[in-house]
């Protein structure tokens, strides 16, 4: 793997959100960062307001091929793991295999892929959003994500 780029952060989920909240806070702290989201127009809007400190990437984070891709033409001191999907808000009982399941295939899933692809480095995975606040029963495979922080090195 190459070294990583000293100052240097990749967010994903950055173009709403605690995703962009945290892309913006990156920014001003110094950091040059680059906001992975799929939306196109949020990331352009985004880009504008931070101007060079912010390279928009348009692409799916939880794609291995993307997320190795992601990690070595950035090659970030800071990886910020944000993207995820909201968890149907429905009973448990109600749910079926893919419903249950599309939090961890997506939350999960870009843990997997990313960190392995950034071992030793800081890493900040977080929950998404949508699942920040009273536990309920429909989030079950969100509740397996988890979240941990390492501190951030200095921008460079």
Do not use: C
């Not at 909201?86 to 999960?108: A, G, I, K, Y």
Request: hydrophobic share 45%; glycine share 12%.
């Amino acid at each position: 793997m190459t070294a990583t780029q000293q100052g240097m952060a990749l967010v994903t989920g950055a173009s709403r959100g605690l995703g962009r909240g945290i892309a913006v806070a990156l920014a001003g702290a110094g950091y040059h960062v680059a906001g992975v989201a799929r939306d196109r127009a949020a990331l352009a809007e985004l880009h504008a307001q931070l101007g060079e400190r912010f390279t928009p990437v348009r692409a799916d984070a939880a794609d291995p091929v993307a997320a190795g891709e992601l990690i070595d033409a950035y090659r970030p001191a800071v990886l910020v793991l944000n993207a995820g999907a909201p968890p149907l808000p429905r009973p448990l009982h109600r749910h079926t295999w893919e419903t249950f399941s599309r939090t961890w295939e997506v939350d999960v899933k870009l843990g997997q892929v990313l960190t392995p692809e950034h071992a030793g480095k800081a890493v900040a995975d977080l929950v998404s959003g949508s699942a920040i606040g009273p536990g309920r029963a429909e989030a079950g495979s969100f509740l397996l994500t988890g979240a941990g922080l390492t501190p951030l090195p200095e921008p460079g």
